[in-house]
């Protein structure tokens, strides 16, 4: 059983301004929980399945983490997703700082702003072994319960830093790529092993101050008819290029 | 003002039964109802502002077709959008007939559920300028509100034909590609100008059954930790891949 303080709780966190005040979020489903409680987060506690406590007992022993009892359709219940298979965990936000690492790739995000196109955006950094986001500040919550519900588990890997990008990117001494209708044809790019790469908004692609900081400008090719592509999709597309011209 | 009737018919398009029982379906926003009335779709009536009738009177008289004055405010209101910027229409199915033309490059859909994930392989789709898709029976309603407008447009010109694949697929005369965890590197494979291309289930990726059918086994390299792909992210690297070796 949930109790009922913990289940108002797990609902104030589905907004935004409280997922702030509490500097905590929600991580619902087996697989984004197992996860989680393998990751460096500090997870406060968790509700699962007995059969989740059961295959995850180890690490919820090692981790020394509270953990309530429930049933599926309870976690369910207080959750956001309409089917949870097992576990729902709240862990604390991590602090907003800028990447360690000053060589390697980084994506950059100019305000995307759709939860599930950010969440697809860390899943597929991570698929290319991308450690480091830094996010304009009108770029969508990563906290969001979508968001974190569409990284699979990835932003268990992958670390965003949210940050003014007009501040930031004069400060960086790396070569800046960002995709345009116009620019150099992907298929045909070298990319170096430390870049920065900008991913534009939804709708208006990468905005006029930051198109000013871009030194390399790119573009994904077509064949057809679309005006422009998902910018998740446009993501996938071109670290698969840059990591096929980095070999 | 659309008439309460109206209304209650834009809402009732909704649901699949519906939409199956009428043989139409809604299309919101100011772009997609644009490229519908320059597609071959049936187009019944549609709401507008005035601001859209006035920029699209020409098309509006040559198609002849009933148009209801309303604010935006009353299109998001009867409609599934946020915000309607513009026209809501409601256009007539097409018949569901397999495509017409034996060569070129086909995608095939094993079960796609999410909405959004294929109203995003449609838009990739026309920008691949692929114009045939054929889905398995489960895969989600291409009339569903939620496909049509994540297609932003594109199911203007990218046709979907519903079908069993077990039966359809061993009738072609055509290479089959499917993406699976391990296969070719598909960075070393070269496609060839007609051929057929699976994309998986977004949880279970491509089905027993299906994969007996595939006769090229393709992988997508990871450098990085994410399980898998988005299916929609997964399709554009794929199709990229695809018209650059074709080149």
Redesign the interface.
């Known amino acids: 059983m949930i109790p009922k303080s913990k289940s108002k709780f797990i609902k104030q966190l589905q907004v935004k301004k409280y997922r702030k005040q509490e500097q905590c979020f929600v991580v619902e489903g087996a697989k984004s929980v197992q996860e989680l409680l393998r990751s460096d987060f500090d997870v406060l506690w968790l509700a699962a399945t007995p059969s989740f406590m059961e295959a995850q007992a180890k690490v919820i022993k090692r981790r020394e983490v509270e953990c309530l009892v429930a049933t599926a359709d309870e976690l369910a219940e207080v959750g956001t997703l309409q089917t949870n298979d097992g576990a729902l965990a709240i862990a604390r936000f991590k602090p907003n700082v800028p990447p360690p690492e000053k060589t390697g790739i980084k994506l950059v995000l100019d305000d995307i702003r759709d939860p ?1 196109n950010l969440g ?1 955006i860390i ?8 450690r480091d986001i830094i996010a304009s500040e009108e770029t969508a919550d990563l906290y969001n319960p979508k968001v974190i519900s ?1 990284t ?3 932003f268990c ?1 992958v670390r965003v830093f949210y940050t003014s990008l007009p501040e930031y990117l004069p400060k960086q001494k790396l070569p800046v790529y960002g995709t345009f209708l116009e620019g150099h044809h992907v ?1 045909q790019v070298f990319f170096p092993e430390s870049a920065l790469l900008v991913i534009g908004n939804e709708a208006r692609g990468i905005s006029v101050e930051v198109a000013r900081l871009v030194s390399q400008k790119i573009t ?11 910018a ?6 071109m670290l ?2 840059l ?2 011209s980095q070999k």
Chains 1, 2 share one sequence.
């Open positions: 599930g697809t899943r597929t950094a991570d698929w290319y072994g991308i569409a699979m588990g990835s890997r298929h994904i090719p077509k064949w057809g008819d679309a005006e422009s592509l998902n998740g999709v446009a993501t996938g597309i698969d290029n990591r096929r």
